[in-house]
Structure formats: structure tokens, C-alpha cells
């Protein structure tokens, strides 16, 4: 007999948003429904907590974040952070150092916030290819003239790099020079980016790492995800929930597959699941 759901990790880009980065309503309602029944639910994204919108910050119930790919686990309320998998900052100047060899955007994350150079803050539109992300990320990002001399100056571990590319080959090679250092690991959850955080850091360890905190089992945790960001937080979890709009891999690494997030379908796995 499978174990009752007690936590569920939500992605929220292609898995929780539809394509215009909103919640629906049908959404919202199952999410504080599996709240109102005692049910831990979280997001656990690529996004520092600072990008996530208020409605899903101010949704009743809502105690914790897994943010930064699984780099910092927050308590929402007090924003501090319970669980930290960091990248050393010498590691994040040797990230960009990379990154600036080629046409790219980067950007850092820290402490709950994403920051970005201020030039390249005016050229989003050429390396974001969805303008959907345009608005997400002029409303998010805090400006810095120079991303090296911030890094130098912040002088502490970071919760992880982001580099988003104009030309995808420029990705490919950027990609295989940088999966040379066993030290970090690689995804890119949208296509045209490569997010960078230490080795072994994940969605679905710190999932299970949080429900160690609270009492609950791996096999008690349900996670929904659809990029390739997802695919590890699927294995890790007792129900790994792939949206029919998933890559391949990580529709492979699911339990289960349910609609794409046009068709709600995190918001019905749950109802399926949990309800």
C-alpha cells in the first residue's frame, strides 16, 4: 500500500504557470485545498524567492520555498533560510569568466535575489526567447555595473550562476567546457540557458532533505516538474509527476504523466493524488 502524500514540490515554469506565467484559478483553489487538509505544499524552482509571484507568496499555508534549484530552502514568513547548498564565490568567477568568452547574459543569484549587470539589463529581449520572461525578469532583477566586481566585493558563497545565450552552438560549447569541473552541476530548464549550482544539488534533495526536518519520508513527497531541472527531483521523491509538456528525460524519470500546464495539469495530479 503506497503511503499518504504529506508534501508536494511544485515547479512553477511549465508546470505550475501556464504559458503566460499566470496561476488560474482551478489552480489556486487545489493548491489551498491541499493546504487546508494539512498537506505541506511548496514551489521548488529555478527562481531565487524574490521571483516568485505574490500571489503564490500570499497563499494561506504556504511555509516553505525551494528556491535556486534546491541551493536554499526558505521558511516563507521569515525568509530565512533553513537549508543552504551554496556555490563558492571563486567557483561563480570562474563560472562567468566561462560564460564571458562567449555572446551571453549572466547572472547571479543571492540570498533570495537574482542580480544582473546594468547594460545587460537592457538587452534581455536577445537572450530570453520567450517575451513572456521579459516583464518577470525587469520587475526581479536588481542592477550592479559590473557582475565580477559585485561577486568580489559580496566575497560569500552564492546560490547559484545563471548564463543565457544568444546562439545556441555557443551554448553546446559553453556547455561541455564547463561539465569539465565535477565541482558543479549543469541544467538548462529553458533551452537556451545553462544554470549552474554545486555538485549534487537538486530540487528532490532538498525536498527530502526539508521533509526530514518535518517528520515526513521520501516516500510521503510527490513533486511535479517538466524541464530538465525536474528530472532529479522526480527519482528523489516517493511521486515524481511529469506535465505532458515535459522533455523526454523527465517524462522517463516520472511516476506518473498527467496534462500539459495549459490543461492544469499539476492542479489535477494533485486532486488525483492528494485529494
Known sequence: ???????????????????????????????????????????????????????????????????????????????????EHLLPVEKAKKILETARKYDTLQEVYFENRGYIEEEQFEKIYQYHKDPHMWKYVRSTRITVPDIMTFLGQ???PVDKTQILFADMEERARAWKELEQDKEIVLVGSLGYNIEINGAGVNKGMALVELGKM??????EIMACGDGDNDEAMLKEVGLGVAMENAEEQVKKAADYITGTNEEEGAAKAIEKFVL
Request: charged share 30%.
Open 1 to 83: 500500500m503506497k503511503k499518504k502524500i504529506k508534501m508536494i514540490g511544485l515547479d512553477l515554469d511549465g508546470t505550475l504557470f501556464n504559458n503566460k506565467k499566470e496561476i488560474l484559478p482551478y489552480t489556486r483553489e487545489v493548491l489551498q485545498r491541499a493546504i487546508d487538509k494539512g498537506v505541506v505544499v511548496l514551489v521548488a524552482t529555478g527562481r531565487p524567492w524574490s521571483g516568485i509571484p505574490d500571489e503564490l507568496k500570499d497563499l494561506t499555508g504556504m511555509r516553505y520555498a525551494v528556491t535556486s534549484n534546491g541551493a536554499r530552502v526558505i521558511e516563507t514568513k521569515t525568509q530565512k533560510a533553513l537549508i
Open 154 to 156: 559580496l566575497n560569500k
Open 214 to 219: 518535518l517528520g515526513i519520508e521520501r516516500e
